[in-house]
T-cell receptor
Framework: SQTIHQWPATLVQPVGSPLSLECTVE??????LYWYRQAAGRGLQLLFY??????ISSEVPQNLSASRPQDRQFILSSKKLLLSDSGFYLC????????????FGPGTRLTVT | QKEVEQDPGPLSVPEGAIVSLNCTYS??????FMWYRQYSRKGPELLMY????GNKEDGRFTAQVDKSSKYISLFIRDSQPSDSATYLC????????????FGAGTRLFVKA
């Protein structure tokens, strides 16, 4: 069976500090990978998606970046965090081209102070 | 106008009630319609998805899609306290790429 891991689970970082969130998937190969952010009381906002190693598409221009150095590893980064970067970050994997079957990790709760 | 509208609730029902959760949307290009369940401080869990119009049933859950009205529903029969969660609708289709649009979620409380 497939499993998806995210770490850390919670993170408190000062404004201007760097960020690195990691996501790994087990039990499948060549998955589509996604990074979402969920603000309180709001829907999921797609940040990045990837259909293969080194292939990243950005949905929202901002101070975040993503990389996929290995088939089942997806990393979300920032050089300098902003207060507005606080939120619940979710990684998901999926199959198929319709984006209709996505499986989410446990999430990382980021608080920027 | 948002692409997907979902009443945030909260919706409170007694145990055993039939629950109806709904979303409306504006983009006629959506072809896949999904429902996710999210417990507090957890990642969303895919409950079911349907393609185009029609109904789909899975245990106590039934999803309905009416593309002519741009309206989707999730029905939960014999609701249980363990069904208390936030329910997110989501949609995707030939809108260019792999983008899935999520509703803001409806908070459901099932009282024992």
């Amino acid at each position: 069976s497939q499993t998806i891991h995210q770490w850390p689970a919670t993170l408190v970082q000062p404004v201007g500090s760097p960020l690195s969130l990691e996501c790994t998937v087990e039990g499948t190969s060549n998955p589509n990978l996604y990074w979402y952010r969920q603000a309180a009381g709001r829907g999921l906002q797609l940040l990045f998606y990837s259909v293969g190693i080194g292939q990243i598409s950005s949905e929202v221009p901002q101070n975040l970046s993503a990389s996929r150095p290995q088939d089942r590893q997806f990393i979300l980064s920032s050089k300098k965090l902003l207060l507005s970067d606080s939120g619940f970050y979710l990684c998901a994997w999926g199959r198929g081209t319709g984006g209709y079957e996505q499986y989410f990790g446990p999430g990382t709760r980021l608080t920027v102070t | 106008q948002k692409e997907v509208e979902q009443d945030p609730g909260p919706l409170s029902v007694p145990e055993g009630a039939i629950v109806s959760l709904n979303c409306t949307y504006s983009n006629s290009a959506f072809q896949y319609f999904m429902w996710y369940r999210q417990y507090s401080r957890k990642g969303p869990e895919l409950l079911m998805y349907t393609y185009s119009s029609g109904n789909k049933e899975d245990g106590r859950f039934t999803a309905q899609v009416d593309k002519s009205s741009k309206y989707i529903s999730l029905f939960i029969r014999d609701s249980q306290p363990s069904d208390s969660a936030t329910y997110l609708c989501a949609m995707s289709g030939n809108t260019g790429g792999f983008k899935t649009i999520f509703g803001a979620g409806t908070r459901l409380f099932v009282k024992a």
